[in-house]
């Protein structure tokens, strides 16, 4: 459908309690189609194409996290959804994370997948990305016949399980998106805005202690290339009472490396807590308060913080 003028694609799956599912840099609704009909089943699954990615429109626009959290509210409304569980993976997840800030009265739960803005750490493939000059570098890449030999090859080493190519498979689809030049210019604008050459800019470590009633959940890969799982303690540090789920062996897609445990993650998660309540006098109390102060949660099924390796 059309919205503001500009079209936007999405996957609306199943009926019940509300999902909203929200991709990662560079990529789009089906970096979920591992877990998009196992969800379906007991919810009602909403997982978009952001603007400037897959089949959404393209246009020069705003690519920042709160324009993001905008359009999902516009999105969530024409849906007739009125609250959702907000789950984002790595860019989305700092999307879910300001969505959730911006609109709590709209949020019930949050579930972070190995997401930006807990900590300045990022591959340096990524703060590459926003370097002058990097359109234009990535427009010879994707000529054709460079890029079928590239992503071929990049295919072929995650086949064979070459050391460090873990992610690789995920990552040549990416590469092979950026045929599109409104795709890399979308893709340029979203890194600058949350990256540079020192790493993640944006956080939001300093408003975490608003999610005091806020159901949360952190997934994340303990081999992640892109992002590393060593940031979740930060979540612990930040956020006590948050569910943090460790998963050995994947890395920075565990939705799709490993589904079932992933399915698994989100049921128990579902299930086991309720609905947050927005509170608005609540809410002021906490904005005088500051950071300071200690945050105090009371969840059922917490688990504790796996040891982290890789």
Not at 265 to 278: H, K, M, W
Request: overall charge positive.
């Amino acid at each position: 459908m059309d919205v503001h003028g500009h079209r936007r694609a999405f996957v609306l799956a199943g009926h019940g309690p509300a999902l909203l599912l929200l991709h990662g840099v560079a990529c789009d609704h089906t970096t979920w189609d591992r877990v998009i009909r196992p969800l379906s089943r007991d919810y009602t699954v909403v997982a978009p194409d952001l603007l400037g990615h897959g089949q959404s429109a393209k246009p020069r626009a705003d690519y920042t996290l709160g324009g993001y959290a905008n359009g999902m509210r516009d999105l969530l409304s024409i849906l007739d959804i009125d609250r959702a569980t907000v789950v984002g993976h790595s860019f989305g997840g700092g999307v879910a994370m300001q969505f959730a800030y911006q609109y709590p009265e709209l949020t019930e739960r949050l579930v972070l997948v190995a997401p930006g803005g807990l900590g300045p750490e990022v591959s340096p493939v990524i703060r590459l990305a926003t370097a002058p000059g990097f359109q234009q570098v990535m427009g010879l890449l994707t000529l054709p016949g460079v890029r079928h030999i590239n992503t071929a090859g990049l295919r072929l080493a995650h086949a064979a399980r070459l050391p460090g190519t873990r992610d690789v498979d995920e990552i040549a689809s990416i590469y092979d998106s950026f045929r599109d030049r409104g795709a890399r210019a979308a893709a340029g604008h979203v890194l600058r805005a949350v990256v540079d050459r020192h790493g993640q800019i944006v956080t939001m470590t300093d408003r975490a202690y608003l999610t005091e009633s806020m159901p949360l959940a952190v997934i994340w890969g303990a081999q992640d290339p892109i992002i590393p799982a060593s940031q979740a303690r930060n979540v612990e540090a930040l956020a006590p009472g948050a569910r943090i789920e460790i998963i050995e062996g994947s890395g920075h897609f565990p939705h799709r490396d490993h589904p079932e445990e992933f399915l698994r993650i989100i049921r128990e998660f579902l299930a086991t807590t309720r609905p947050s309540s927005y509170d608005r006098e609540r809410l002021r109390e906490l904005l005088r308060a500051g950071a300071g102060r200690p945050i105090r949660r009371a969840r059922a099924g917490r688990r504790p913080v796996a040891p982290l390796t890789g």
